[in-house]
């Protein structure tokens, strides 16, 4: 399999501290094909916060618990062409997709209460559903790093910048800080790269996780999944990732990245050193090299 051995370009994310603390040449492939059956490669057993691999996780189990006319009235489904990290808004003061941060946070506080003082039982409650989707999604039990997740939410000013802002609006319909704090410990969750291709795998095979043979979500919001991973997923690298790679994907600032190729297979890569739009670069080089050894573009 591809590993692009030796590129050792990007920066590891250093604007969440405990992330820069990471190994950089860290490296892991795993395939996850319609049986189940997992192929992997490198470091194998390094497990590394989802961060933005989680975004369409908690999408889905948004569009499932409210549907589709409920969450497009809140949060848009085009390309922002900007960072991920952009106070990104239409002209509806909707956050343009799921897939950046401001619609990432809009997306977690849709799962909290719609009142204005939210107690910590009920987010640690909300967190627990959390973690069964994402666990029955990869098909085990995953787990948070507690001090990745300290790290973000005493650091993590641009991200109350934009809850804020999406508050000051009037379309955020929870507490801003139980919001926050749902979406930084989503993001703080750890996986393999085996678990992205399961994760991968499962939103491939319309929603059944290949390893347990559970439904895990519809095939229609498996299918939007697929769709706005497609045109927003890599940001304002979406463009050149869907024209070399062909591939719906989604990257993170832990190193991540999560690929599928619908009704056959999910990849997850690891490899945290990043290029200037917080996608994985060994990542991104892998998978096109995989898309093009294995005739994997869908176009
Ligand atoms: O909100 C943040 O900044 C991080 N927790 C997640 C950002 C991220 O992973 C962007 N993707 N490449």
């Keep these: 399999m591809a590993t692009c051995a030796g590129d050792t370009s990007g920066e590891v994310a250093g604007y969440i501290p405990e992330l820069a603390a990471v190994d950089p040449d860290g490296y892991a492939l795993a395939l996850c094909v319609h049986d189940g059956h997992v192929y992997a490669q490198g470091d194998t057993d390094t497990a590394f ?3 933005s691999i989680s ?3 908690t999408y889905a189990l948004v569009l499932s618990r409210l549907g589709t006319a409920a969450t497009d009235a809140k949060i848009g489904v085009e390309p922002s062409g900007e960072a991920f990290n952009e106070v990104s808004v239409d002209e509806r003061r909707r956050p343009r997709n799921p897939m950046i941060n401001a619609g990432a946070i809009l997306t977690a506080s ?3 209460p719609p009142v204005k003082s939210v107690d910590p039982g009920t987010v640690d409650r909300v967190f627990g559903d959390i973690v069964e989707f994402y666990s029955a999604c990869a098909g085990r039990r995953l787990a948070l790093d507690e001090s990745v997740y300290r790290s973000e939410a005493t ?3 641009r991200n109350r910048a934009i809850a804020y802002m999406l508050d000051s609006f009037g379309v955020l319909d929870t507490s801003v800080e139980a919001a926050l704090d749902l979406y930084y410990r989503q993001c703080s969750l750890t996986v393999t790269a085996a678990d992205l291709a399961a994760i991968g795998a499962t939103i491939a095979d319309g929603g059944v996780n290949p390893r347990t043979g559970r439904q895990v979500m519809s095939h229609e919001v498996a299918q939007r999944l697929l769709s706005v991973m497609t045109t927003c997923g890599m940001y304002d690298g979406a463009g050149d990732w869907v024209t070399s790679v062909g591939l ?3 990257s993170g600032v832990g190193g991540g990245i999560m690929a599928v ?5 999910g990849i997850g890569v690891y490899s945290p050193r990043l290029d200037q739009h917080g996608n994985s670069v060994r990542g991104v080089q892998t998978c096109r090299e995989l898309s093009t050894n294995l005739g994997l573009h869908m176009f």
């Design 49 to 51: 916060t989802i961060q």
């Design 248 to 250: 719906p994907a989604k």
């Design 155 to 157: 650091t993590g000013s």
């Design 110 to 112: 849709m799962l909290l």
């Design 55 to 57: 975004k369409p996780l």
């Design 261 to 265: 190729l619908p009704g056959q297979l």
